[in-house]
């Protein structure tokens, strides 16, 4: 042989960006190799809340049922927990994650899936044992060192670091899911804004039984305010679940602009103690690390056949859990456009989409993270401690909210609105669900996006206007019960009409046979086999019976007519070749 390996996309990194995006390849049929640096996936727990969008994509790609059987269920997921310390006075209590029964209800209307929490140390090998099973090549203990890309491909050098052997993986295309330190986004100069390293944050990783503590207000996340805990970090002290309710992660901060705190085992314990409350609490470390917290977004994501996702592009602490989120969905919407481009059916114009549509999310999830980080103070302004200086200040101050005066009152209000406005990160399911996307892979319908009734970052907006993502009704018949995000299948383009629509359907069978491409038409109706059961589809479609709205593969909304026209072909036809950038 040559020496030389080939293949259709090469991915670097097995983390959420690039495990899912070889998950998301094979799903396609595209051949691809994963590699990556060390022998396994993740080695601590990291990332955790996983959201509606994502538990979406997670069942179109085949393997909802496999994450939430080793995930922690929505129900023991949300009274997100303020105290001194865990076992100390609690400070105050909020339903989050939509399991307050009045955002339950907008949660379970939203979507078929419920947010789950699932750690990575988990949810990676589920994506990497699919993948390989559906046809990744998955590598390893390889790490990429550099490569070079001209008018046919890529050529990319990388190190077997267990034989030191060096060899060429020849892609068509390259994905830099390597992190939040990229080499692949550096080597592409990737344009960057923000800063990194602006705070400095711990995590220690321990056991211990904590469920008398806990379960009789089940969340994944407690947060500490004690002395310290405004200092660095996410913005006050945290114990987060990692299993319930015997595994923990705790997030502590420190700051960044002085000595960086020598953290042992002993420490580890001390910091434990403290947070938890309890002087003399018997726990097994399992690790711990300093980190720095980062601000930092790309506003580019492409360079020729190379393509960066997940931490490449967007590096923020982890408050409102959108890391993994985030880089999982960037893999969606990248992976349906590559294969697209591979099969022939699009021009490489459309690839140009991934960067028009993913880098404003980018930057927008960058900044809401550390919002959420720095909505925090009101907090500790209304407990009155933001200004103690001392430890022992701290600690009286903290004790202001209980006093029995107009003062006191006044706190305690204060509070309380503090305590509620954090759900801008913990019920934002705006943020979470409700991306809307502006590209040439996008075709206007003429109309203008209709105007929010509703605070954008809190609730998602249910239209089918183009670039925003396909509500979710149940459908089904006498025999079956699915979501509309079931019918639109993740390999293919979708429409979606009603009976008097059905000279669309025969349109679509047309333009999908000459054009090449995966095509699917639903005719939802009395009599046929998608029916409108419950009226949800009349109620959001938005759109006359005889009307039509096309779905991409990553189910946000290409185009729609709002009612049937002179010739549905030609214009299917127009709108396909518009979006998949066919001459
Ligand atoms: P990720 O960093 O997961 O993966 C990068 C991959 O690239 C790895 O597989 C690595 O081996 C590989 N790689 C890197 N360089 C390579 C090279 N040169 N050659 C080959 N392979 C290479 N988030 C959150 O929401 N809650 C949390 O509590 C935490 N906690 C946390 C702790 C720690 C220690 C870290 C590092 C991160 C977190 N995060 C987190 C962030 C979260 O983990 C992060 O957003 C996602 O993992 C991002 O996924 P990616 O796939 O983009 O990168």
Same mark, same amino acid.
């Given at each position: 042989?040559?020496?030389?390996?080939?293949?259709? $996309?090469?991915?670097?990194?097995?983390?959420?960006?690039?495990?899912?995006?070889?998950?998301?390849?094979?799903?396609?049929?595209?051949? %691809?190799?994963?590699?990556?640096?060390?022998?396994?996936?993740?080695?601590?727990?990291?990332?955790?809340?996983?959201?509606?969008?994502?538990?979406?994509?997670?069942?179109?790609?085949?393997?909802? +049922?496999? #994450?939430?059987?080793?995930?922690?269920?929505?129900?023991?997921?949300?009274?997100?927990?303020?105290?001194?310390?865990?076992?100390?006075?609690?400070?105050?209590?909020?339903?989050?994650?939509?399991?307050?029964?009045?955002?339950?209800?907008?949660?379970?209307?939203?979507?078929?899936?419920?947010?789950?929490?699932?750690?990575?140390?988990?949810?990676?090998?589920?994506?990497?044992?699919?993948?390989?099973?559906?046809?990744?090549?998955?590598?390893?203990?390889?790490?990429?060192?550099?490569?070079?890309?001209?008018?046919?491909?890529?050529?990319?050098?990388?190190?077997?670091?267990?034989?030191?052997?060096?060899?060429?993986?020849?892609?068509?295309?390259?994905?830099?899911?390597?992190?939040?330190?990229?080499?692949?986004?550096?080597?592409?100069?990737?344009?960057?804004?923000?800063?990194? +390293?602006?705070?400095?944050?711990? %995590?220690?990783?321990?056991?211990?039984?904590?469920?008398?503590?806990?379960?009789?207000?089940?969340?994944?996340?407690?947060?500490?305010?004690?002395?310290?805990?405004?200092?660095?970090?996410?913005?006050?002290?945290?114990?987060?679940?990692?299993?319930?309710?015997?595994?923990?992660?705790?997030?502590?901060?420190?700051?960044?602009?002085?000595?960086?705190?020598?953290?042992?085992?002993?420490?580890?314990?001390?910091?434990?103690?403290?947070?938890?409350?309890?002087?003399?609490?018997? $726990?097994?470390?399992?690790?711990?690390?300093?980190?720095?917290?980062?601000?930092?977004?790309?506003?580019?994501?492409?360079?020729?056949?190379?393509?960066?996702?997940?931490?490449?592009?967007?590096?923020?602490?982890?408050?409102?859990?959108?890391?993994?989120?985030?880089?999982?969905?960037?893999?969606?919407?990248?992976?349906?456009?590559?294969?697209?481009?591979?099969?022939?059916?699009?021009?490489?114009?459309?690839?140009?989409?991934?960067?028009?549509?993913?880098?404003?999310?980018?930057?927008?999830?960058?900044?809401?993270?550390?919002?959420?980080?720095?909505?925090?103070?009101?907090?500790?302004?209304?407990?009155?401690?933001?200004?103690?200086?001392?430890?022992?200040?701290?600690?009286?101050?903290?004790?202001?909210?209980?006093?029995?005066?107009?003062?006191?009152?006044?706190?305690?209000?204060?509070?309380?609105?503090?305590?509620?406005?954090?759900?801008?990160?913990? %019920?934002?399911?705006?943020?979470?669900?409700?991306?809307?996307?502006?590209?040439?892979? $996008?075709?206007?319908?003429?109309?203008?996006?209709?105007?929010?009734?509703? +605070?954008?970052?809190?609730?998602?907006?249910?239209?089918?206007?183009?670039?925003?993502?396909?509500?979710?009704?149940?459908?089904?018949?006498?025999?079956?019960?699915?979501?509309?995000?079931?019918?639109?299948?993740?390999?293919?383009?979708?429409?979606?009409?009603?009976?008097?629509?059905?000279?669309?359907?025969?349109?679509?069978?047309?333009?999908?046979?000459?054009?090449? $491409?995966?095509?699917?038409?639903?005719?939802?109706?009395?009599?046929?086999?998608?029916?409108?059961?419950?009226?949800?589809?009349?109620?959001?479609?938005?759109?006359?019976?005889?009307?039509?709205?096309?779905?991409?593969?990553?189910?946000?909304?290409?185009?729609?007519?709002?009612?049937? #026209?002179?010739?549905?072909?030609?214009?299917?036809?127009?709108?396909?070749?518009?979006?998949?950038?066919?001459?």
């Amino acid at each position: 042989g040559t020496g030389i390996v080939t293949t259709d $996309v090469l991915i670097v990194g097995s983390g959420p960006a690039g495990s899912s995006a070889s998950l998301f390849l094979s799903n396609q049929g595209i051949p %691809n190799i994963m590699i990556t640096k060390y022998r396994w996936t993740a080695n601590t727990p990291r990332a955790h809340i996983t959201n509606q969008r994502t538990m979406e994509v997670l069942r179109d790609a085949g393997i909802e +049922d496999q #994450v939430l059987a080793e995930a922690t269920p929505h129900e023991l997921m949300g009274d997100t927990v303020y105290c001194e310390s865990l076992a100390g006075e609690e400070i105050g209590r909020r339903p989050t994650w939509g399991t307050r029964p009045d955002r339950r209800a907008d949660y379970e209307l939203a979507s078929a899936s419920m947010p789950c929490d699932i750690p990575q140390t988990l949810l990676e090998p589920i994506m990497v044992k699919n993948a390989a099973m559906r046809g990744t090549q998955v590598q390893f203990s390889t790490e990429y060192l550099s490569h070079t890309q001209d008018a046919d491909g890529v050529s990319v050098q990388v190190l077997n670091r267990l034989t030191g052997h060096e060899y060429t993986i020849r892609a068509k295309y390259l994905i830099g899911a390597d992190g939040a330190r990229s080499k692949v986004a550096a080597d592409i100069d990737l344009p960057m804004e923000g800063l990194m +390293d602006i705070g400095g944050s711990m %995590n220690i990783t321990f056991k211990a039984d904590l469920t008398p503590l806990v379960q009789h207000r089940p969340s994944v996340l407690y947060w500490v305010f004690n002395p310290g805990s405004n200092i660095g970090g996410l913005g006050a002290g945290l114990i987060r679940m990692v299993r319930p309710w015997n595994e923990w992660l705790i997030c502590w901060g420190f700051d960044i602009n002085g000595e960086p705190p020598v953290l042992d085992k002993d420490e580890a314990i001390r910091i434990i103690r403290n947070l938890v409350g309890v002087a003399d609490l018997d $726990v097994e470390i399992l690790g711990y690390s300093l980190w720095g917290n980062n601000e930092q977004w790309a506003t580019h994501l492409q360079k020729g056949r190379v393509f960066c996702a997940g931490d490449a592009i967007h590096k923020h602490p982890p408050s409102h859990g959108l890391g993994s989120n985030t880089s999982i969905q960037d893999s969606y919407n990248l992976a349906w456009k590559l294969a697209a481009v591979i099969k022939g059916q699009a021009g490489p114009e459309l690839l140009e989409t991934y960067s028009t549509e993913r880098a404003p999310v980018a930057k927008q999830i960058v900044n809401r993270a550390n919002q959420s980080s720095r909505d925090y103070k009101p907090i500790f302004d209304a407990l009155g401690v933001t200004d103690a200086i001392t430890d022992q200040e701290f600690t009286e101050k903290l004790q202001l909210r209980k006093e029995n005066s107009p003062e006191g009152a006044n706190r305690r209000t204060a509070l309380r609105a503090a305590l509620d406005a954090k759900d801008y990160e913990f %019920n934002a399911q705006g943020t979470e669900i409700g991306q809307f996307y502006e590209s040439t892979a $996008v075709v206007s319908d003429g109309g203008e996006r209709p105007a929010l009734t509703e +605070d954008e970052l809190l609730h998602h907006q249910k239209s089918t206007f183009p670039g925003l993502r396909l509500p979710h009704a149940w459908l089904g018949n006498a025999k079956s019960k699915y979501s509309t995000h079931d019918i639109a299948k993740g390999t293919g383009f979708t429409i979606f009409t009603g009976i008097t629509g059905e000279a669309w359907a025969d349109a679509a069978a047309r333009v999908a046979d000459r054009l090449g $491409v995966e095509l699917k038409a639903v005719v939802i109706g009395e009599g046929r086999e998608v029916q409108d059961l419950y009226g949800d589809w009349l109620r959001q479609r938005e759109i006359e019976e005889d009307g039509v709205i096309l779905v991409r593969p990553d189910k946000h909304i290409g185009w729609r007519a709002h009612a049937m #026209v002179q010739d549905p072909e030609t214009a299917l036809s127009a709108v396909l070749s518009e979006i998949l950038s066919i001459d």
